[in-house]
């Protein structure tokens, strides 16, 4: 197959200036943004480390995330802890719920950007 990975993500805002700036000051993420260990940023791009990514369709009926919303992200994470702590200083709202994580898939946890979208932060196993 000549597909490699994701190229893009891309979605609707009321204010995209103000949520792609709400991503990259609580996330690091967007254009101009780099993972650890990816060298330097890139203007256009989001530059991230190699790994698991899940590309899985829903029932329109599931009630995983918000009925009105279309999609949810879920962003590949290292040091959950530290993230939730740095987020929950920020006064954005964090759900945890001990029933979501497993041994075998990692640790999970819930936010909401300024629209409304779901972010469902995710520290596999392999990244503690």
């Known amino acids: 197959m000549p597909v490699l990975g994701v190229g893009g993500i891309f979605f609707r805002a009321q204010d995209p200036e103000a949520l792609n700036a709400w991503y990259r000051q609580h996330l690091g993420i967007g254009a101009g943004c780099a993972?650890?260990?990816?060298?330097?940023?890139?203007?256009?791009?989001?530059?991230?480390?190699?790994?698991?990514?899940?590309?899985?369709?829903?029932?329109?009926?599931?009630?995983?995330w918000a009925p009105d919303k279309q999609f949810m992200l879920?962003?590949?994470?290292?040091?959950?802890?530290?993230?939730?702590?740095?987020?929950?200083?920020?006064?954005?709202?964090?759900?945890?719920?001990?029933?979501?994580?497993?041994?075998?898939?990692?640790?999970?946890?819930?936010?909401?950007?300024p629209d409304g979208n779901a972010i469902e932060l995710w520290e596999p196993p392999a990244a503690r």
């Open 35 to 64: 993972a650890e260990d990816t060298g330097p940023p890139e203007e256009w791009t989001w530059t991230v480390q190699g790994g698991p990514l899940v590309f899985a369709p829903f029932e329109r009926g599931t009630d995983y």
């Open 74 to 113: 879920n962003l590949r994470v290292r040091d959950l802890d530290g993230l939730l702590e740095a987020l929950r200083a920020s006064d954005i709202d964090v759900t945890v719920d001990p029933a979501w994580d497993s041994q075998g898939l990692g640790r999970f946890a819930r936010i909401h950007d």
